[in-house]
């Protein structure tokens, strides 16, 4: 062998060793497991009610009463990876987990178990995953995000996030199968700190950052993309005080009787355009954030439909808390979808398409269709689709 081959297989040895070497490094550091024992020297007590403890021979924390507690772990950022933890039920509520928690604490993206009494395999609401914006958590506008799971009383539970980008997968007791798929996280931040919350005994927490499992970062599929019924294009006021017992019409003497209050409507309103998001949401909370407690506030958005003749439309709508529906200047429809209280609108007082139906009477021309919208409780916004669209044109 001359000694041109015997360098150039030399080389090639170099080169493949090198190149072996750097991807078991990248190798492992993209798979480095980093454990977070549940000790003072890791966790920062949220509340005072925080006790760290030796429990079934590991290090655990739990609530030194029976009200729910709060940990933050100290000194870590989490953008992606895989987080698992262990989790034993004590007290009812809704233990679970913040992530990419920003600075302020108000912005973050949540994921809890729902525990109140006997656990049930098929109980849909077991899961419940929620973006949470400028301190309100969204799970009332986000009904799609829950699912069932097995869930045990009296011994742990283990939980499994894998994050990339904009998706999730969370596996509870069952690392084979995702309990529940978040095609798009709908927070507003990509990194923070982590939280653990609720009167429950936690152990066991790992991070293996960057640690995906093959799961895609983008954006996944929304069933309404392509859906052209669906009302998208609107114009939305900034919101106003409107406290309880305060009424949205005026009299008048003449027919129809009623117009909207003066001080909550007129032509001087500014107006300014939003878009419907995923799943037909108008995300007025994305917009505006939420209410103080025991406050409320109205906003008022609108859009244009134009009809080729004289024709009535159905038109689902879902909505959360109060909506009144004028079209051409009359009132049309005052609905309300209270949680909690009987009238509340399925499923169980969340804003879906399935909330409520109305027939829309639109004249030959361009129709303004006027949306009062109020809140009080958690997330606010409407998703409005028309049955059909047969002769009629949106507002662009």
Same mark, same amino acid.
């Given at each position: 062998?001359?000694?041109?081959?015997?360098?150039?297989?030399?080389?090639?040895?170099?080169?493949?060793?090198?190149?072996?070497?750097?991807?078991?490094?990248?190798?492992?550091?993209?798979?480095?497991?980093?454990?977070?024992?549940?000790?003072?020297?890791?966790?920062?007590?949220?509340?005072?009610?925080?006790?760290?403890?030796?429990?079934?021979?590991?290090?655990?924390?739990?609530?030194?009463?029976?009200?729910?507690?709060?940990?933050?772990?100290?000194?870590?950022?989490?953008?992606?990876?895989?987080?698992?933890?262990?989790?034993?039920?004590?007290?009812?509520?809704?233990?679970?987990?913040?992530?990419?928690?920003?600075?302020?604490?108000?912005?973050?993206?949540?994921?809890?178990?729902?525990?109140?009494?006997?656990?049930?395999?098929?109980?849909?609401?077991?899961?419940?995953?929620?973006?949470?914006?400028?301190?309100?958590?969204?799970?009332?506008?986000?009904?799609?995000?829950?699912?069932?799971?097995?869930?045990?009383?009296?011994? $742990?539970?283990?939980?499994?996030?894998?994050?990339?980008?904009?998706?999730?997968?969370?596996?509870?007791?069952?690392?084979?199968?995702?309990?529940?798929?978040?095609?798009?996280?709908?927070?507003?931040?990509?990194?923070?700190?982590?939280?653990?919350?609720?009167?429950?005994?936690?152990?066991?927490?790992?991070?293996?950052?960057?640690?995906?499992?093959?799961?895609?970062?983008?954006?996944?599929?929304?069933?309404?993309?392509?859906?052209?019924?669906?009302?998208?294009?609107?114009?939305?006021?900034?919101?106003?005080?409107?406290?309880?017992?305060?009424?949205?019409?005026?009299?008048?003497?003449?027919?129809?009787?009623?117009?909207?209050?003066?001080?909550?409507?007129?032509?001087?309103?500014? $107006?300014?355009?939003?878009?419907?998001?995923?799943?037909?949401?108008?995300?007025?909370?994305?917009?505006?954030?939420?209410?103080?407690?025991?406050?409320?506030?109205?906003?008022?958005?609108?859009?244009?439909?134009?009809?080729?003749?004289?024709?009535?439309?159905?038109?689902?709508?879902?909505?959360?808390?109060?909506?009144?529906?004028?079209?051409?200047?009359?009132?049309?429809?005052?609905?309300?979808?209270?949680?909690?209280?009987?009238?509340?609108?399925?499923?169980?007082?969340?804003?879906?398409?399935?909330?409520?139906?109305?027939?829309?009477?639109?004249?030959?021309?361009?129709?303004?269709?006027?949306?009062?919208?109020?809140?009080?409780?958690?997330? $606010?916004?409407?998703?409005?689709?028309?049955?059909?669209?047969?002769?009629?044109?949106?507002?662009?």
């Amino acid at each position: 062998m001359n000694n041109t081959v015997k360098t150039g297989m030399l080389w090639f040895t170099i080169l493949l060793m090198g190149s072996i070497t750097y991807g078991q490094k990248n190798k492992g550091k993209k798979n480095k497991e980093i454990q977070f024992p549940m000790t003072e020297k890791h966790w920062d007590a949220v509340t005072d009610n925080v006790e760290f403890f030796n429990y079934k021979s590991v290090q655990a924390v739990r609530s030194t009463n029976d009200n729910g507690f709060g940990i933050m772990l100290k000194d870590f950022e989490f953008t992606n990876g895989t987080i698992e933890f262990d989790v034993e039920l004590k007290g009812m509520g809704f233990p679970g987990i913040d992530f990419r928690v920003d600075k302020d604490t108000l912005n973050s993206e949540k994921f809890y178990i729902r525990y109140f009494g006997t656990p049930d395999d098929l109980r849909r609401t077991t899961l419940q995953y929620a973006a949470v914006l400028d301190g309100v958590n969204l799970w009332d506008l986000t009904d799609e995000y829950q699912a069932a799971a097995p869930i045990y009383e009296g011994r $742990w539970n283990h939980v499994k996030l894998v994050v990339n980008g904009k998706q999730m997968k969370i596996y509870v007791n069952d690392n084979e199968r995702a309990a529940l798929h978040i095609p798009a996280l709908e927070g507003i931040t990509q990194s923070g700190a982590i939280t653990l919350s609720g009167n429950v005994v936690y152990a066991n927490f790992v991070v293996r950052p960057n640690v995906t499992e093959g799961l895609p970062s983008d954006e996944g599929y929304d069933a309404t993309y392509s859906d052209s019924r669906y009302l998208r294009n609107w114009s939305v006021t900034d919101p106003l005080d409107f406290p309880f017992g305060k009424d949205m019409m005026r009299g008048l003497p003449r027919s129809p009787g009623v117009a909207i209050a003066s001080d909550l409507f007129d032509s001087t309103a500014v $107006w300014k355009p939003i878009k419907a998001g995923r799943r037909g949401l108008v995300n007025l909370t994305r917009q505006f954030g939420g209410v103080e407690q025991g406050e409320r506030k109205l906003t008022w958005l609108k859009t244009t439909i134009t009809s080729e003749t004289d024709q009535e439309k159905n038109v689902d709508l879902g909505f959360s808390d109060e909506v009144w529906v004028f079209i051409n200047g009359q009132p049309l429809l005052t609905d309300k979808n209270y949680y909690g209280s009987p009238g509340m609108k399925e499923p169980r007082g969340r804003c879906t398409i399935d909330n409520t139906t109305f027939r829309l009477p639109l004249q030959k021309g361009e129709n303004e269709i006027l949306i009062g919208v109020s809140n009080y409780f958690f997330g $606010w916004g409407i998703i409005a689709r028309m049955a059909d669209t047969n002769g009629l044109k949106f507002a662009p």
